[in-house]
């Protein structure tokens, strides 16, 4: 074996050899030499070795590289489409403004380099992969394309030369059948391989494909070469077969051809035994679809099919496979394939091995070039079943399916294509009938109607076929081709396709059948309703609106007659298979009718669009009553849902009803059903429609007059939803105009109102509660320019406003206040809620309104809309109204309300007013009138004379004739009456004559006798059906039932007999409305004479019931003279209403509906009484939920002087001081923060980097310089005095909050015990100590004990004292020499320790441990006085970085710093120190004496003008006996004070000039005589100056620096204010600190007086008071000589020998002012973030994150859930929180657009701060809308992080495991 170098170069020389050979001429044994070499170098035997592909590619490259092989090619790339393929989950851009096709789709480059501003576009995932458009014209308009795109580039490219790619003709033929002999030979029958790997396979081929690949991104010429090869059948004839020597390829070759067997979809072996039907019978078109239904009673049929359809019969139980093939045009869609060329044969074994998304793309990255496209298309159709095939058998169907739509979308979805091939190909039919084949596969018997007999078969829900969605693939490409409307129209005119697809539908229709479980509740609720719902939606009613695009003009017609005519016949069909007569089958359901859908949708657009006349599309009367049964069951059964009589099928039928209504739903269900019931009721009898609906509602029985009635099927509480829910349904019917009339932009202002109506609504929620087209790819709402405007014209824009409670708003739409007054609907709301609630909602947001406007206070009613006119076709609608059942009823129901009889309700009354007002409004034409009498109705004349409702109003119906029980109060009264004998003569009709008789009795007047029971309606709807029936002559025996409900036989145990009673009534329908006004007013005569005169209708829109019935009234008295003049005398006349007392025991004092209806006035009241209660109580108990509220208790501040503190319990209630055996406690939270440690110097915030070359440094943060400032002392010092020089806690530090409940510390541990046993906990864990306050539910996780007494000695401790200076100071020497004593061990002592535990364990060791030795002593000193810097810091910056504020401040009100200071002072005391190094001696006296002392010591104290004063504050206090007296901590604060002082004027020497630092120290030592020259502060700084000049180099070291810093001079004014800047921290801090300690108040101040204030607060200003502005030196008090002071601790610096004067420098400037802290600035556009950080690669691991995130407070990169930067089972999100935050980490997900919090172990997800143009998130950027930053949001975010009030404010939190 030669050296591999030299084998390279060896093929080098070898390509360019034979390259220059095939060159030739004559190149025969050039040929041949390479198809040796390529036989021993692509040996598929050998397994795919590298060293083939290294060989391919020299070859290719003839010689060359291949990279520069590569480039020479580009450069001929001719290609204008840009065509670039992508995967799942690769973001990419879909503009509808620019898109022809609604598929379009521009990869981010492509996008991003064209001129979408203004545009509708929306960046999207892609869920199954695809490719981008630009440059196809077909697709999109070219106004889009990109600027690469846009020149055409093809023209200017320079031809290729033929040399260029004459080995890649040669060479690649071979590779590519290598490719597919691997396949062939990989491939194994699922059946042989347990687990077939075919993955094992694909990965061995990983690397060829992939070259292939590399060559398609070549370009255009390199494209056209494989195209050549792919298409060329020549070359597969040579190679397919391979050699006859080479035994490999033989034996792949066998294993093709046995693959290719089983590819038709009838599989060879069916086609044998199959037999003579299969193929050779054509019979008349659309015998094959009739067979599907099993429709053998259709005798028009010729005799050839007729063995089919035995055929079919037999098997119909068991699965029977349909033998489709006699209707398909060509045959050759059921035969095995045959493969012609390498391309075909290359799909084939993409579909058999699963679609691997290596092959996809390489397939589609070939689509660019046409000659391929085309090819490649037929290919793919050709290939079609067996697609379904393999979909269906895969185990991975969801990818595959997304695999297939990868690829068939890129090909379907150009109009110019798909006409192309679906005439050469027969798309179409292969479409069809794939499909059909598809679903036959799961088809079971109907049990619908007939159980026994039925012939129909539906698709079974429960298989994994529908459950799955796997037809998603095909019917979604279905669809895609039929939006094209070339490709539309041919289907419309091919009607043996059209009946195929009736047939295919017919498999949908009355599938997932419901029975009523009337028993016990069903065991199992099975959920096939999704799976149902889908296939109707997506199979039927998808397709259906594709077609319906393509019926708008005139010139289809034909069209919807072919379809009309062929649901009709398909629904006959139906109904026989079924077996379906008269009556539906009680007590089943189905929700599926997708044939009654497309008869209803097709005669809708029909009228609508294409002028036809309604009529001539119609059937006759029996079969309308037919196809009115199924839809108005659905109806019925709704209303059963809702009065729980399915209750026992579980939740599942709910559900059900709920989605049939639902947006994405309802126009393809509920509209059209209930479209086609209008269409029925404007055509059929209105008497028999009505009385229908009465019976489907089973109420029939509660409509008599009588008090009392048997109801055989309902029981009492279902009666009143059922009798409201049919006159709910009758109104909707009588008002809903959608396809009645209304224009689509009427239509969808309406949808748009209803909706707004029922809740505000956010904009995208909108576009998706209105019901669009639900064809998708239509991609628009009807009329979607329309949508915008009109959402401002009927909605105003509320924008997102913040709660302070922290709950974010939306920007919402709500709607105007005209659309209140005119336009709100409520008829239409209720056909649109899923749930019963919004309609509530949507009266009380009316009822809101006009108690706003000051229109009507009460409680309203729905108000009564105008409806559009009637579109002529339908006019028959109206007879509804005007027709004697329905007056009958409406009579029946007012008498029943105003005598109060059980069941009735407000709503039963409203519809019923609503229906008189419909009525009245809208009139049958006036020639009907006379026609009428001539059609007398032997059945309702004796109650009103016509059928005319204003006439029937005013008629006067005297008595009626009821059946009733024999107990019913109506008997009794008959016997009082027949005792004191005044009893009319006797009436008795026969109750089979419908109470004609109407006979002359004494006096002058004619009885009308009614039959009350709406006179056995049933009977007289049966026999309307009959006669029909038997006018088109069918025996329809069967149908012959008992004819009176009457003689419904009773259950045994029957109740008491029935027996005929006469009522007196003398009402007519006007009168019984004048009383019921009286009733609802409560008052007689509410409607005098007056009001008659002077009414208008148009006053009483809004209002109650007495408005309704005083509008109707209105407009009675102003359509009829009659009626107006019959309300006159009504009204004249009027007499108190004396409704007949009743006995009945149901209706002892108050009937159920009242009662109940007081029960919920009465729990309103009482709600409404605890929720004032309740809020009182917030209001006094503290409110976590605004941190702006002012202080309500500051826990020890305020408090009386004189007795002990007494503490609540909030668990035990009582009330008591704090002790030594029982301490109470503060409930606190205890949380690690590094807020102080990310401030900066400067107010603006940082940047978020967008760009490589952004970047932010952590360096300048207060953490991070504290830090260099503590190692560098570490460097030089001893380390115990480091310790003590400065604090840490800026990172890290713990921060005690409370919200101010206090509880005794044994009551909380019970309380634990009890959390910890109730295992419903969310989101908080009781092992780590976390609770929530038991009062106010504030999250916490410790208790602060309080400190007992703290009240005698006040007083004492507060006064003044006259004593002078150096007597106090000896005082507070005296008092930190006193030993700390070790208290005793007491309850207390012991919560103490257990709490400093706690503040320990809440942060994290790396954060405590800065001392050379950890846990030593000092370590924990200075980690105990850190505790109380950081929250006195964290306090200032809550008061927002200065105490100009004053005292109410949000944040005294949580703090807790008198009690955390106790518990840290008696922790600290426990430390003394060694009083050779206290540091108090070094600042009152001269120590010269011990200077030498420590000379000989390994390391120096650090100096005093390096030491951080206010941290020296807080040992001194906390290592004092407590309480100390107020002198002695006034003293300790003018000690420091004049060290902080002294640091200001060395910091300032040393940043001023040379010259001026001269100067100053000259003018200082002029003043140094004067009296009181130690309070100047010139004199100070010359000394200052000229002490340190003694040091060596002490200035010289940044002279350049500062010389360039200060080109100004410094005037005497701007050192005064630097020197006051200097020490205004240590004031703010110390004035803080006596705030808490001794309850001073803070009074507010401008910020310019905020130092003078301090001064005084403190009690620095000694004597001294002038008027003018205070001089920072004038509050010095020394009480030893200053200079010699200020000489010591210069000597201090001075002395440092070994230590560089540059560092020394350093730690003299020290700069103790910071900025607020802030979170990182974003940029405004969140594009801007997206585009740069989605795709980066984390800077651990290198790889593109799945889901990256950004830390908002530093802009670290992190991996949010990725295993890659996992370290210890720790994922880097809650690492990086815990490294930058200590536990608190903010995230933006760049994925998401969201933010979530890491706090400790919990997380939650915050929202959002990016929203789009109408104020909304976009989580998960599902919507993909352009984001823009919203201030305010992000400004509560920061705040929230700053206050540190993540915990209290949002309440989702749950545990994140180390891993989110």
Known sequence: MMAASQLRRDKKSTAAHLKADLKRTDNSSALRQLQELLDSVLNPERGSDPEALEWCKWLLAGGDGFDDFCRTVRSYDNATLCGLVWTANFVAYRCRTCGISPCMSLCAECFNNGDHTGHDFNMFRSQAGGACDCGDGNVMRESGFCRRHRLKTGENVPSVPRDLLLMSEMVLPRFII???????????????????????????????????????????????????????????????????????????????????????????????????????????????????????????????????????????????????????????????????????????????????????????????????????????????????????????????????????????????????????????????????????????????????????????????????????????????????????KRFLDDHSLLLLWMSFVSFFQGMNLNKRELNEHVEFESQTYYAAFAAELEACAQPMWGLLTHCKVK?????????????????????????????????????????????????????????????????????????????????????????????????????????????????????????????????????????????????????TMASQHQNAVLDSEQERPMLEGALTFLVILCSLRIHLGMSDDEILRAEMVSQLCMNDRTHSSLLDLIPENPNPKSGVVPGSCSFEEMLSAVADFKAPVFEPGGSMQQGMYTPKAEVWEKEFDPIMVILRTVYRRDVQSAMDRYGAFLKQSGVHTGNPWPPYKERTPLHPCYRGLVRLLHCKTLHIVIFTLLYKIWMDHQNMSEHVLCMVLYLIELGMDNQVQEDKLEEEPCIEEHCHDSWFPGTNLLSNLHHVINFVRVRVPETAPEVERKRERERDRETPASTSADSSSFGQSSRRLTGNWRENLREAQVFSLVAERRRKFQEIINRSNHEASQAVRPKSSSSRCLPPGSPPQLVTEILEIRESMLSLLVKLHQKLSAKQNSLSLSWLAEVDPGRHEHGDGITAIERILAKAASRSRHSKRCLQEICGKVCPPIPPKMTSPGDKSMNKEERRQRARERQQKLLAEFASRQKSFMETAMDVESPEADAVMDVGSAEPLDSEILYDCVICGQSGPSTEDRPTGLVVLLQASSVLGHRCRSDTPKRLPTTDEEHIYPEDTCGATHDVRLTLMQRYFKDSSCLQSVSIGWDGGVYVQTCGHTLHI?????????????????????????????????????????????????????TASNKSMSTLVKEVEDLQEQLGIFPAESNLSKEMESVIKDIKNTTQKKYMDYGKNPGSPDNDFLFMYSVARTNLELELVHRGGNLCSGGASAAAKRSCLNQLFHVLAMHMRLYSIDSAYNPWNRLTQSTHSRETEYCDEERPEVPMLFRDVPSLLIIFILTMPQPLRKEHFTCVVKVLYSLQYTQALAALSIRISREERHAWCNTGAAKKNTPNSDKSWESLLGHVISELTKAKDLYDTNSEETSVLNSSVWSPQSIESTLQQFCLPFLRLSCLLQHHLYGDSLPSCPMEEEFSLLIGCLG????????????????????????????????????????????????????????????LQLPDNYNTIFQYYHRKSCTSCGKTPKDPALCLVCGAFVCLKGHCCKQQGICECVLHSQHCGAATGIFLLINASVIIIIRGHRFCLWGSVYLDAHGEEDRDLRRGKPLYLCEERYRVLEQQWVSHTFDHINKRWGPHYNGL
């Open 1660 to 1719: 620095l200003v000694g004597s001294v008071k002038s008027s003018a502005p205070m001089s920072s030196a004038a509050c010095l008090e020394w009480n030893f000589n200053a200079y010699d002071l200020i000489a010591q601790w210069c000597s201090e610096v001075i002395a440092l020998s070994d230590t560089p004067t540059q560092q020394s420098a350093s730690l003299l400037v020290q700069d103790p002012r910071w900025a607020a802290p802030r979170l």
């Open 555 to 703: 010139d289809t017609q034909e069209y919807t007659k072919t379809l009309v005519r062929y649901c009709l016949e398909t629904l006959q069909m139906w109904f026989d298979a079924i077996g379906f007569v008269d009556e539906p089958a009680p007590n089943q359901l189905t929700f599926h009718l997708p044939l009654h859908r497309y008869y209803a949708m097709f005669l809708s657009k029909g009228v609508k669009c294409q002028g036809l006349d309604l009529d001539s599309l119609l059937p006759d009367q029996e079969m309308l009553m037919k196809i009115m049964v199924h839809p108005l069951q659905i109806q019925a059964s709704l209303s059963e849902i809702h009065s729980n009589m399915w209750v026992r099928n579980g939740l599942q039928i709910k559900g059900q009803a709920m989605t049939y209504v639902q947006s994405h739903f309802c126009n393809s269900m509920i509209d059209p059903d209930i479209y086609l019931l209008q269409v029925c009721a404007s055509r059929l009898d209105p008497d028999y429609f009505i009385s229908s609906v009465f019976e489907r509602f089973k109420v029939v029985d509660l409509l």
């Open 178 to 488: 290598t490719i597919i002999q691997y396949l062939r030979d990989g491939y194994t029958e699922p059946e042989s391989a347990a687990d077939r790997d075919l993955q094992k396979v694909l990965q061995q081929l990983e690397s060829h494909i992939s070259l292939l690949e590399e060559l398609t991104k070549m370009g255009g010429a390199m494209r056209t070469v494989l195209t050549k090869i792919l298409t060329n059948q020549q070359t597969f004839k040579e190679l397919s077969m391979g050699q006859e020597e080479n035994v490999y390829a033989k034996r792949s070759y066998e294993k093709y051809l046995s693959a290719l067997k089983s590819s038709g979809l009838v599989s060879v072996e069916e086609k044998g035994a199959g037999g003579a039907g299969a193929g050779a019978t054509d019979t008349a078109a659309g015998a094959g679809a009739l067979s599907l239904l099993g429709a053998t009673a259709a005798a028009s049929l010729e005799d050839s099919s007729k063995e089919e359809d035995q055929d079919g019969l037999q098997g119909v139980g068991q699965r029977k496979r349909v033998k489709l093939s006699s209707t398909t045009k060509d045959p050759s869609i059921m035969d095995t394939l045959k493969h012609k060329c390498f391309l075909e044969e290359l799909l084939f074994w993409t579909i058999k091995y699963e679609f691997p998304q290596k092959m996809v793309t390489f397939l589609l990255n070939m689509l660019p070039d046409q000659d391929y496209k085309i090819t490649f298309t037929k290919t793919f159709v050709q290939h079609y079943a067996f697609i379904m095939k393999t979909l269906m058998k895969s185990h991975e169907s969801d990818t595959m399916s997304n695999r297939i739509v990868h690829i068939s979308v890129q090909l379907f979805s150009n109009e110019e294509l798909a006409r192309h091939v679906t005439e050469e190909c027969q798309l179409l039919d292969i479409m069809v009938t794939v499909l059909l084949y598809m679903m036959e596969s799961c088809l079971i018997k109907s049990e619908l109607q007939d159980e026994e007999n039925n012939r129909h078969v539906v698709v079974n829900c429960g298989e994994a076929l529908l459950k799955n969605n796997t037809y998603w693939p095909l019917v979604s490409d279905f669809i895609n081709i039929l939006s094209h409307q070339s490709v539309a």
């Open 1306 to 1358: 044994d009551c909380h541990k019970s309380y634990m015990e009890s959390l910890r046993n109730d295992q419903v906990l969310q989101g908080f864990s009781v092992d780590k100590g976390e609770f929530t306050c038991p009062l106010c539910r504030q999250f916490a996780n410790s208790v602060l004990p309080c400190r007992p007494g703290r009240g005698t000695e006040t007083g004492a401790w507060h």
